[in-house]
């Protein structure tokens, strides 16, 4: 008797594991992926929650762009149409401001695809003022891209257009301010930003830390860095001078950023102090397990050092998507990690990161 239920407790576990690796293998099946984008996709669409050129819809849209690269679905262009037509094809209001532009990131993206002037016209009319004019402040002088998010919000938008267009100033100008920011808040040893100079290690006693000592990197922030990265080295000219320096960055976070992933393929809100943070986020996770994927698919990644980290990322993602569509562990807004969260906390940047790793996801070969 005490042997038979030795065996089955053997079958058992055997045949528990083996359903568990057959659902992750489904997880990477390109049918899947498809499904679960759509699905991603017509949830958010259908629970809108901010203004149509909010920041939050222009990550939402750059992995809405991406789900249509990667199921060419007449309903997702429809609905990228419908947003950009609704919106009149211009940025927000403020002209000087990286997170006003971002959603234009889709403009130039259905530009390519319809090559009508319009359709970028108010995002050159309103970069026109943006380069000429310094950054309105209240007698400070300071740099235009000064927190590490807009490194997200602005190149990309920036490049972009230049590629489209075939205007180069918009990547020497890109260059000019990616690299203020980066001298500003970049940590040489920690291989991470900041993300603002609120969390800039001064040591003069009066420094912002973790509960742990350690100093302070925001998961999102990196995360926005890093999808940022890949969009601008995906569409600046293998011959630009700069592109030496983000390749160099680029690598640097993602080694760093490969190390500091927990066991559940997910990354932790505040990236040095994991243990206070005990739930995987989703929109860091989500822009890191992209730009991972990305750079293996384009040769720049070791793939058998970043695969691994890449299918873990992907397989936590998946978790936290519901049978409806809805992406939870999603950080509330904030601009720092110590928002709570849990597993319905929503927010349509953390689709917008899903959709941008599954459309490099699925490319994984």
Same mark, same amino acid.
């Given at each position: ?9 053997l ?5 528990a ?13 390109p ?5 679960t ?9 259908? $629970?809108?929650?901010?203004?149509p ?40 209001k ?14 130039v993206?259905?530009y ?13 009319d309103?970069?026109a ?10 007698? $400070?002088?300071?740099i ?52 603002d ?17 350690k100093k ?20 600046l000219?293998?011959? $630009? ?22 066991a ?13 943070y ?13 730009a ?9 990644l ?21 049978k ?5 562990w ?9 928002k ?10 953390g ?15």
């Amino acid at each position: 008797m005490r042997r038979l239920t030795v065996i089955l407790i053997l079958v058992f576990v055997v045949s528990a594991s083996f359903a568990k690796t057959e659902n992750n293998r489904r997880l990477f099946a390109p049918g899947n992926i498809k499904k679960t984008m759509k699905k991603v996709t017509a949830w958010q669409l259908k $629970n809108p929650k901010h203004e149509p050129t909010d920041w939050t819809n222009g990550a939402f849209y750059a992995g809405v762009s991406a789900a249509w690269e990667t199921t060419k679905s007449k309903s997702i262009y429809q609905a990228m149409m419908d947003m950009a037509n609704k919106n009149e094809w211009k940025p927000g209001k403020r002209w000087y401001h990286a997170d006003d532009i971002a959603i234009c990131q889709t403009y130039v993206d259905l530009y390519k695809v319809e090559k009508r002037r319009e359709m970028i016209q108010p995002l050159i009319d309103t970069l026109a003022i943006f380069m000429k004019r310094p950054y309105p402040t209240k007698g $400070n002088a300071t740099i235009k891209w000064w927190w590490c998010d807009a490194l997200f919000m602005g190149p990309p938008a920036l490049v972009k257009l230049g590629a489209a267009t075939g205007d180069v100033t918009y990547f020497s100008y890109t260059e000019q301010l990616f690299k203020e920011c980066y001298n500003l808040l970049y940590d040489k040893e920690e291989h991470l930003f900041a993300r603002d100079l609120k969390y800039v290690i001064k040591n003069d006693g009066k420094d912002v830390r973790e509960a742990n000592g350690k100093k302070i990197f925001w998961s999102r922030g990196n995360g926005w860095v890093m999808g940022g990265l890949v969009r601008v080295l995906n569409d600046l000219p293998a011959n $630009n001078s700069g592109r030496d320096f983000y390749l160099k960055l680029y690598k640097e976070m993602s080694a760093r950023l490969k190390d500091l992933q927990q066991a559940d393929g997910l990354w932790r809100a505040s990236l040095l102090d994991p243990e206070a943070y005990p739930g995987g986020e989703v929109s860091g996770s989500g822009f890191d397990c992209y730009a991972m994927a990305w750079g293996i698919n384009h040769g720049i990644l070791d793939r058998a050092t970043y695969l691994p980290v890449v299918r873990k990322a992907w397989i936590g993602l998946n978790k936290c998507v519901q049978k409806d569509g809805h992406v939870g562990w999603v950080q509330p807004i904030g601009a720092d990690p110590r928002k709570n969260f849990n597993a319905d906390s929503w927010e349509v940047y953390g689709s917008g990161a899903f959709l941008l790793a599954g459309s490099e996801v699925i490319k994984l070969k």
